[in-house]
Every structure is written in structure tokens, then in C-alpha cells.
């Protein structure tokens, strides 16, 4: 079994910052690529950003240069780092991972629980 535990998110000022992380736990052979969704209300989720193994980033065009993803690949944790928030910005985040299973040597997506973000204007 994996987990991925999520913490961070909040309430936030336009035009402020705030970190969200991810940490997975379990009978983990490797991390491929991980990263984070949102979804807002009425919305689809959508790919906010994602770091593979290699450390290749990847942002959606509405957070390119606003957003900062990072990995600590000692730790299998993942972080997101948001600045300059709008009140667009406001959605649940959700982190995933692609796990290499260490039980049947299996890739698997996992997904965190969410976390809320909200910025008011």
C-alpha cells in the first residue's frame, strides 16, 4: 500500500504566497513522476505541475513563473510552491505520484486527498 499525505493549503491575500506538500509512504521501489491537480468549483481538473525523476519540470501555462515545483527525492516528497495568488488560483490541489510498487515491481498512480486553497481578493 501507498500513501500520499498532503499539508499546506489556506486562506491567502491576493498577491500572496503559500506552500503546499506531499509526502508518500509505503512499499515504494521508485518514484517516477509527481506533481499536483486542481479543481475549482464547476471546473475540470487540470495539471498545475509535475517534476519527473530526472527533475524535468512542467507548469501549466496559467502558473508558469508564479509557481515553483520541487522534489525531495530522500524524503519522496513533493512541493509546490505558489506566489502572487489570485483569487483564479482558488481550488483544491491535489498531489499525485507514479509509483514503482517495491510488492510486484507494478507502476500505480496514487493520489493525495486534496487540500484547499483559497484566495480572496
Known amino acids: 500500500q501507498v500513501q500520499l499525505v498532503e499539508s499546506g493549503g489556506g486562506l491567502v491575500e491576493a498577491g500572496g504566497s503559500l506552500g503546499v506538500s506531499c509526502g508518500a509512504s509505503?512499499?515504494?521501489?521508485?518514484?517516477?513522476?509527481m506533481g499536483w491537480y486542481r479543481q475549482a468549483p464547476g471546473k475540470q481538473r487540470e495539471l498545475v505541475a509535475a517534476?519527473?525523476?530526472?527533475?524535468?519540470?512542467n507548469y501549466a501555462d496559467s502558473v508558469k513563473g508564479r509557481f515553483t515545483i520541487s522534489r525531495d527525492y530522500t524524503k519522496n516528497t513533493v512541493y509546490l510552491q505558489l506566489n502572487s495568488l489570485t483569487p483564479e488560483d482558488t481550488a483544491v490541489y491535489y498531489c499525485?505520484?507514479?509509483?514503482?510498487?517495491?510488492?510486484?515491481?507494478?507502476?500505480?498512480?496514487?493520489w493525495g486527498q486534496g487540500t484547499q486553497v483559497t484566495v480572496s481578493s
Open positions: 509505503g512499499t515504494i521501489l521508485r518514484i517516477n513522476a
Open positions: 517534476i519527473t525523476s530526472g527533475g524535468t519540470t
Open positions: 499525485y505520484a507514479d509509483v514503482v510498487s517495491g510488492l510486484d515491481l507494478r507502476t500505480y498512480d496514487f
